[in-house]
């Protein structure tokens, strides 16, 4: 599968109301303001989007919600699938086909865990079954999951038991594997760095897209550190992914999901709180969290 992700795909948030029922009817706004920020793509459901939080009626209905939007906003549409059930997951592949979705992702079922990485293609060999044809991404989240396969063998397995197997969301902290990943003879897969605040780190060894949270509400600040690196000042790029890192740790001090939803209000777009068992933040905690990125320059060079 010669599918290839580039550019910076934001980990969406799944909007919700003050009573923490989804808010459907913010999505389009979502998507004209990734489009404004020159993100590249939504990556739907995911972490980010609070997936095990939701129903799988709630999923299967933010897809529809982004198929309606993601294209005509010039934006890729990855659809995360992940479950731990076989039955929803294949609900949430075909409604992904449904809504034009131009990939799926899944990570790991994080109860009954796959033990190595066949057992892994296995099962996601059964999650892809209702549409072979859409370009699979695994979703490589250890820290979340709890699941740690050998990717780079995983990957080679793969590629013969899952027809649209095209690369990895690459949310995990082995840069060896990743190197030897994309060393590997005789499949190219599409490696997508999966941690904003190292995003050079990625670049320098051979990523060309990205699935971050934090591109949601500062991708300008990341498009130019691609750019500076395309241009090879490296000065730029690092004085450029310091402010990322000092941002995403001033965020994560006050619970980094409800803490960024936070932050998409103060960008003007509201997705409201996270749902429980994620906490809600409080009006002095929010007030907070604005003064201390202002006193980081965050709305200062976010947008410029």
Same mark, same amino acid.
């Given at each position: 599968?010669?599918?290839?992700?580039?550019?910076?795909?934001?980990?969406?948030?799944?909007?919700?109301?003050?009573?923490?029922?989804?808010?459907?009817?913010?999505?389009?706004?979502?998507?004209?303001?990734?489009?404004?920020?020159?993100?590249?793509?939504?990556?739907?459901?995911?972490?980010?989007?609070?997936?095990?939080?939701?129903?799988?009626?709630?999923?299967?209905?933010?897809?529809?919600?982004?198929?309606?939007?993601?294209?005509?906003?010039?934006?890729?549409?990855?659809?995360?699938?992940?479950?731990?059930?076989?039955?929803?997951?294949?609900?949430?592949?075909?409604?992904?086909?449904?809504?034009?979705?131009?990939?799926?992702?899944?990570?790991?079922?994080?109860?009954?865990?796959?033990?190595?990485?066949?057992?892994?293609?296995?099962?996601?060999?059964?999650? /892809?079954?209702? #549409?072979?044809?859409?370009?699979?991404?695994?979703?490589? +989240? &250890? !820290? $979340?999951? =709890? %699941?740690? /396969?050998?990717? #780079?063998?995983?990957?080679?397995?793969?590629?013969?038991? +899952? &027809? !649209? $197997?095209? =690369? %990895?969301?690459?949310?995990?902290?082995?840069?060896?594997?990743?190197?030897?990943?994309?060393?590997?003879?005789?499949?190219?897969?599409?490696?997508?760095?999966?941690?904003?605040?190292?995003?050079?780190?990625?670049?320098?060894?051979?990523?060309?897209?990205?699935?971050?949270?934090?591109?949601?509400?500062?991708?300008?600040?990341?498009?130019?550190?691609?750019?500076?690196?395309?241009?090879?000042?490296?000065?730029?790029?690092?004085?450029?992914?310091?402010?990322?890192?000092?941002?995403?740790?001033?965020?994560?001090?006050?619970?980094?999901?409800?803490?960024?939803?936070?932050?998409?209000?103060?960008?003007?777009?509201?997705?409201?709180?996270?749902?429980?068992?994620?906490?809600?933040?409080?009006?002095?905690?929010?007030?907070?969290?604005?003064?201390?990125?202002?006193?980081?320059?965050?709305?200062?060079?976010?947008?410029?």
């Amino acid at each position: 599968m010669s599918m290839k992700l580039n550019g910076l795909i934001a980990a969406v948030h799944t909007p919700m109301h003050d009573d923490f029922t989804v808010n459907y009817d913010r999505v389009p706004a979502q998507a004209e303001h990734l489009a404004k920020g020159g993100a590249s793509g939504a990556f739907v459901t995911g972490t980010t989007g609070e997936c095990h939080s939701l129903t799988t009626e709630e999923r299967l209905r933010m897809f529809d919600a982004w198929g309606r939007v993601a294209h005509r906003n010039g934006l890729k549409f990855i659809a995360h699938v992940g479950h731990n059930n076989l039955p929803d997951a294949q609900a949430l592949v075909r409604s992904a086909r449904d809504a034009s979705a131009d990939a799926i992702s899944a990570m790991a079922p994080n109860f009954f865990r796959p033990a190595d990485a066949e057992a892994l293609q296995d099962w996601f060999a059964e999650v /892809v079954k209702p #549409a072979p044809e859409l370009p699979f991404y695994f979703y490589d +989240i &250890p !820290g $979340m999951t =709890g %699941v740690t /396969v050998d990717t #780079a063998e995983f990957v080679e397995r793969a590629t013969k038991k +899952i &027809p !649209g $197997m095209a =690369g %990895v969301k690459y949310t995990n902290p082995d840069r060896d594997q990743l190197r030897a990943i994309l060393e590997m003879n005789g499949f190219a897969p599409d490696m997508l760095f999966g941690c904003d605040e190292e995003l050079l780190d990625g670049l320098r060894i051979g990523c060309r897209g990205a699935v971050g949270s934090s591109y949601n509400f500062s991708a300008p600040l990341y498009r130019r550190i691609i750019s500076s690196f395309d241009e090879g000042d490296t000065e730029a790029a690092q004085r450029d992914q310091a402010r990322s890192a000092e941002m995403i740790r001033t965020i994560a001090k006050y619970n980094y999901t409800p803490a960024a939803k936070s932050v998409m209000a103060m960008v003007g777009v509201d997705c409201g709180p996270a749902r429980p068992p994620l906490c809600t933040l409080s009006q002095e905690s929010i007030g907070n969290l604005k003064l201390d990125l202002e006193k980081i320059g965050f709305f200062d060079w976010v947008n410029s």
